[in-house]
């Protein structure tokens, strides 16, 4: 399984970013989509979550400016991101979960500024 992520970038706190993650095979093979993110100097912490029902799970740090989605016909899960904050930068991970285990893509930074 490869995930590719996409989409990071650097933009004011307030400001907004979308972060697309492409799966080697159909989402809906696997049980749940996510992400993941990693602070500099700080450990990998989860970010969200959606299960193939569409039950979404998101940190408490992000709900309400973060939503997630999923679009069967480009085989990915998006992750859109509003009302950035400093704290919000981060190399960020997506993950797929299947029955034989978690699957994860390469980072893409986020970085935002003042």
């Known amino acids: 399984v490869q995930l590719q992520a996409s989409g990071g970038g650097s933009v004011q706190a307030g400001g907004s970013l979308r972060l697309s993650c492409a799966a080697s095979r159909g989402i809906f093979s696997f049980n749940a989509l996510g992400w993941y993110r990693q602070a500099p100097g700080k450990e990998r912490e989860f970010v969200a979550r959606?299960?193939?029902?569409?039950?979404?799970t998101f940190a408490d740090s992000v709900k309400g400016r973060f939503t997630l989605s999923r679009d069967v016909h480009e085989n990915t899960v998006n992750l859109q991101m509003k009302s950035l904050k400093l704290e919000d930068t981060a190399v960020y991970y997506c993950?797929?979960?299947?029955?034989?285990?978690?699957?994860w893509g390469q980072g893409t930074q986020v970085t935002v500024s003042s």
């Open positions: 993950t797929a979960e299947d029955r034989d285990g978690t699957y």
């Open positions: 959606i299960t193939i029902p569409a039950r979404t």
